[in-house]
């Protein structure tokens, strides 16, 4: 059994995170977190601090998942500080903790695939291809060895048995993330 652990889920929207993140959970039967569960009905005029306020939210209920000693997955955009929080979260609760950052190397691929999720009847929130452009802008790049780097443009079977690994596995070395402790403001993530 894998020791209690936190697992985030980054990047940009389309880029396979929930599926990612989905299967882990039912394979390893652990709780699942999402952004979009806890954005609710995001208004129009939704801005950085609707959603600095719906991460802290996120990651208030994966402590508590970590506070009865249950490993959890978080799955969100993790712009750059909420990752930081994320990391702080697991040391407080002596969890392990796993990033894995989510990407699509062919833009022209992750552009079709954000249109056809925009397109599905049961998706009509989905952001656009503009809005991820705009998002993308200030997006912090992850750095190498800092998480497990995770290209869609895999099959998602190699996709998903890398993740798993990873996540399970008991000799991953990963870099600290560094971002100074005065920079760090719970709930502002945007700043």
Known sequence: MPPLTL???SGLPGVGKST???QLARDLHWPLLCIDDVAGNVPANADYHFWDEKVLVLLRLAEAQLEVDL???ADSVF???DRVHAQQLAQTHKAVFRPVYCFVSDESVWERRVAQRAEAPQNPAAATWARIQHQGEYFHKWE???ALFVDAMQPLEQNQAAVREYVTGQDIQLKALDIPAAGLKKGEYHV
Do not use: C, E, Q, R
């Open 144 to 146: 190498p060895d800092t």
């Open 20 to 22: 990612l993140a989905g």
């Open 71 to 73: 490993s959890v997955i």
């Open 7 to 9: 697992v985030i889920f």
């Open 79 to 81: 712009m750059g500080a």
